[in-house]
């Protein structure tokens, strides 16, 4: 292993989240530490303004100083459990006035935890449960009714604070989940994409390395089957074979080159077959063995691109089919236009003896079909009993061919 380790995604998102919510903690705890530092000195800036206007000294502003504290330290709690500790400070707001910055705070807190209903209720609650003490013990410059005023203002702006740092939060989770589900679903289009490259990579590694390979099958069955070849024939059988291998490996390499490739460095690959090819395909066939009888009744007009290489793949699998399956047969192509489209109709007699065995996915008719449904085409295929009492494989499909 290098340096540089490969992480998997699944285990470096994990170790994200876990890192971020080791910093929210953090932030959390140290925003704890500062609401219960201001709590604790607000309590001693308001003992000592209700020291110096003489409504709270001695023995009833240590009390009172004791009751604040606790309160404060209760603060420590407030994020876990916020209305129960907003709670908690509404009988120390009733008889202590130094409580009162450790009271907009947790009241805030529950406006920002809660919903608004609950964050209204704690803070009616405060409001009501200071307005015995602000008559008892009332403050020498403000009126007690003024004073009341007062302490509902300073609630309904700690609760409208802590609505809008909620609304806030929500909206930016709200965007995050957003954007995380636009991630996903970027990656599951992503994966698609890739799944449906590897699926026509495959096809056409499948419709090009099987005609080809079918051909050196068959050409080195000759030779093993036939010592009675010529030298001529023998090198003849071996240039086909050695010219289908080096073809095979050029399109394979091709290919690989393509999925090892990026997108922007990707080789340039040489142009897709068509139905100009066809007489090349055909006379390969006929020097594997295969007679081959073509009826080609088409116009001389450019057929649409997906059209003419879905075509040429139909009859190039076909082919190769009758081949490996029915060596020697002769094999009747027709090609045709209808009112329909392209007609292509195929047809190889069944051979008496056991066909040589030559390996295959067994998937190019599943291939040929799933093709040509792509181009919005037919396919039919099967064995037929034809007039004459003759057993054939027949191959026939329906493509558009628009006006």
């Not at 704890?32 to 003992?47: P, R």
Request: with cysteine.
């Amino acid at each position: 292993m290098t340096s540089e380790q490969v992480v998997p995604a699944g285990s470096a998102t994990r170790q994200s989240e876990q890192a971020a919510s080791g910093r929210r903690f953090a932030r959390g705890r140290i925003a704890d530490i500062v609401c219960i530092a201001i709590s604790g000195i607000g309590a001693l800036i308001l003992a000592g303004a209700a020291e110096d206007s003489g409504r709270v000294t001695g023995e009833a502003q240590f009390w009172a100083l004791v009751l604040a504290g606790v309160g404060t330290i209760a603060l420590w709690w407030r994020r876990r459990h916020p209305t129960g500790v907003a709670v908690l400070l509404a009988p120390i707001a009733a008889v202590s006035e130094m409580i009162g910055f450790g009271v907009l705070i947790a009241v805030g807190t529950v406006a920002i935890y809660r919903r608004w209903p609950v964050a209204v209720a704690v803070a009616g609650l405060h409001a009501v449960v200071t307005i015995p003490y602000t008559i008892i013990n009332p403050d020498p410059d403000l009126p007690a009714l003024w004073a009341n005023l007062f302490s509902v203002a300073l609630l309904a702006g700690t609760v409208a604070t802590g609505i809008a740092v909620r609304s806030r939060r929500e909206l930016v989770a709200s965007l995050r989940d957003r954007a995380t589900r636009a991630e996903e679903a970027a990656r599951f289009r992503a994966d698609q994409v890739r799944a449906l490259e590897r699926e026509r990579i495959a096809r056409e590694m499948h419709d090009v390395l099987a005609h080809r390979i079918s051909l050196v099958s068959l050409y080195a069955g000759a030779l093993e089957v036939r010592p009675d070849l010529s030298a001529t024939q023998v090198a003849a059988a071996a240039g086909t074979i050695r010219a289908s291998a080096h073809a095979a490996l050029e399109e394979l390499r091709e290919i690989l080159g393509m999925l090892r490739s990026d997108t922007d460095d990707a080789p340039e690959l040489r142009p897709q077959p068509s139905l100009t090819n066809l007489d090349e395909l055909v006379e390969q066939c006929r020097r594997a063995g295969t007679p081959v009888e073509v009826d080609n009744q088409l116009p001389p007009v450019p057929l649409p691109p997906t059209v003419d290489r879905a075509v040429y793949r139909l009859l190039q699998e076909g082919l190769t089919n009758a081949r490996k399956h029915a060596p020697g047969a002769p094999v009747r192509l027709r090609l045709d236009r209808t009112d329909a489209g392209v007609h292509i109709w195929l047809r190889n007699p069944l051979v008496g003896g056991p066909a040589p065995v030559i390996p295959g996915t067994r998937s190019g008719l599943v291939g040929l079909a799933e093709r040509v449904s792509l181009a919005g085409g037919r396919l039919d295929h099967g064995v037929r009993r034809g007039a004459s009492g003759e057993t054939a494989f027949h191959l026939e499909a329906w493509l558009p061919w628009p006006a």
